[in-house]
């Protein structure tokens, strides 16, 4: 069974830091890897997705790499600014068949910029 | 791109009664479709998938059902429903082609169960 771990469950900066938030599965075969920010009371929104094939992506201020070796997944967020508040949440894509997938969860991490 | 839209945004419902949850995809045609459940501390849970019209599998055994009576159109349901039942229900869709694979999500659903 695929498991998807984020560390931590939550984080509090102070505006304009630099941050890394952790995401570990147990599974090596994935097919790509998805980070997700949610607001409170919100659906998800896709941020960055990384093939398995890749090794990083970038979009303005985030960066997400992916280490299948090792079953890691960071993502990073430059000059952090209280609207980046939210839940982050790390998603691997599994085969269940042909070239359909499904998406592991891990449980979010909780993140507070303070101005 | 698409668009994904779920009703009722929020609703409250006496243990017993019926539910009738509903998501529409525009702006892409014969989509994966998936509904999750998301409970405070236990992350996001994939409740169904279906990969087409009438096509659809259980991932847990529970309380709740879904259908797919058009391409487009995903429908969750229960005949009774439990204080468990409550939750946040999202609908989900994935974009395949050239090798990519991506879920985009709707607004989701607040069900309360009283």
């Known amino acids: 069974k695929q498991e998807v771990t984020q560390i931590p469950a939550a984080l509090s900066v102070p505006e304009g830091e630099n941050l890394v938030l952790n995401c570990s599965f147990t599974?090596?075969?994935?097919?790509?890897l998805q980070w997700f920010r949610q607001d409170p009371g919100k659906g998800l929104t896709s941020l960055l997705l990384i093939q398995s094939s890749q090794r990083e992506q970038t979009s303005g201020r985030l960066n997400a790499s992916l280490d299948k070796s090792s079953g890691r997944s960071t993502l990073y967020i430059a000059a952090s600014q209280p609207g980046d508040s939210a839940t982050y949440l790390c998603?691997?894509?599994?085969?269940?068949?042909?070239?359909?997938?499904?998406?592991?969860f891990g449980k979010g991490t909780l993140l507070t910029v303070n101005p | 791109s698409q668009t994904i839209h779920q009703w009722p945004a929020t609703l409250v419902q006496p243990v017993g009664s019926p539910l009738s949850l509903e998501c529409t995809v525009e702006g892409t045609s014969n989509p994966n479709l998936y509904w999750y459940r998301q409970a405070a501390g236990r992350g996001l849970q994939l409740l169904f998938y279906s990969i087409g019209i009438d096509q659809i599998s259980s991932e847990v055994p529970q309380n709740l059902s879904a259908s797919r009576p058009q391409d487009r159109q995903f429908i969750l349901s229960s005949k009774k429903l439990l204080l468990s039942d409550s939750g946040f229900y999202l609908c989900a869709c994935c974009v395949k082609g050239q090798g990519s694979y991506e879920q985009y999500f709707g607004p989701g659903t607040r069900l309360t169960v009283t």
């Open positions: 599974d090596s075969a994935i097919y790509n």
């Open positions: 998603a691997a894509a599994f085969s269940y068949g042909g070239s359909n997938y499904k998406l592991t």
